[in-house]
């Protein structure tokens, strides 16, 4: 019986979805009949066998399933996939028109994270997320940064991401790259950064406050014991696993704290792309809220959001595999973020921290 009642349900949705999506469809001709009318005189000898209403059940499912996660101590849910917006701009061949469509396509498929930064392309990948997601607003978290690392930087930046963006609030302005202590220091002195984002939420202009870095993961593990960030976006990518890990000595105290942790390169900046589905599954694995994905391509976000619509944790066993394979990639050239200049070949030397306990 109940499943009697599921099978009819499906039945109109699946009815409405074609109404709206194809176009013969959409409109009677002589107007008598409600779209309910028209579902069922025309559509029910398109659905003759149990097989395609199975088929067309598993579609409806596949174009709407995105699991959502609590944002740290935040209960509002963001998206597993979340959108990094740095690369849908010109310098990686990615022209405005195919930067909106592939935010909206994001949106329509339940994706409601965006991160983007004023630094990114001077600006263009702001000015295209406020353009893509015209409309849309209320229906995404969106998380821009600051470089600045001064009070007044900082402020004269936000007033430009919110332009750009045709937003009056963002939900989440973040820190950017913390990698040395001296930015650590810069944070937390007179006039610094931290005192724009206090006013900035004072004012209602932020909603969260956030840090960033991909480097140290002891920075910023020093970071949220001086100050109650509400998030941090840490590389956690499977091959950070191995090196500077962010896993190991930075996620185990955000989750105590209740940070809500977003990790980013994932795809190690393109490295990972053989094996996409599992370098998502290895940072979706991890008690992350979100993973933001540098997508350029529609294809790319196609297969991420067919990632994200089949995940499943990765066990230990998947996790030993995949670490087999992807080892060979363990090295100084390709964790780059990781390493003391960009394709210098040496690692980055960590400084010596020694902080007041
Ligand atoms: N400190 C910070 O706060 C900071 C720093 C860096 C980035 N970010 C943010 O993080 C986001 C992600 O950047 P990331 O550096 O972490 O990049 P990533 O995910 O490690 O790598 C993204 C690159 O991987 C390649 N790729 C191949 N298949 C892909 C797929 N299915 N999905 C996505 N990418 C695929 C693409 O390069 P090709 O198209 O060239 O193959 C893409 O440009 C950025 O957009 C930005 O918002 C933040």
New binding site residues.
Partial sequence: MVHACRATSTVEYASSKLLRDVPFLQAEPDGKHSLAGVARTQLRPLFPSPTTMFALQHKLQEEHTMQTRAFGRDPHQVSLLGF????IVDE?DCTEEEAIAIIRRAVEQGVNYF???PS?SAGQSETRVGLGLEGLRDRVWLAT?TGGRTRDLALRDLEGSLKRLKTDYVNEW?I??VMQPHDLEAIFAKGGVLEAMLEAREQGLVKKISI???TDPRLLAEAIRRFPFDSA?VAL?ALDHFIYSFAHEFVPLAVEKGVAVIG???????KL?PW?EQALRYTWSLPVSTA??????MD?LE??LQAARHFQPMDDIERVAFFQEIMPLVKADVLRWKAGEWMSGEWYRLPQLSFDA
């Fill in positions: 990094g917006a740095q690369r990686h991160d983007t930064a990114y940064k973040r950017h790259n960033s870095g991909h976006l990518s980013m390169k994932v795809m190690a900046l393109g792309a996409t933001i994905l540098g997508v350029s391509k790319e297969a991420d």
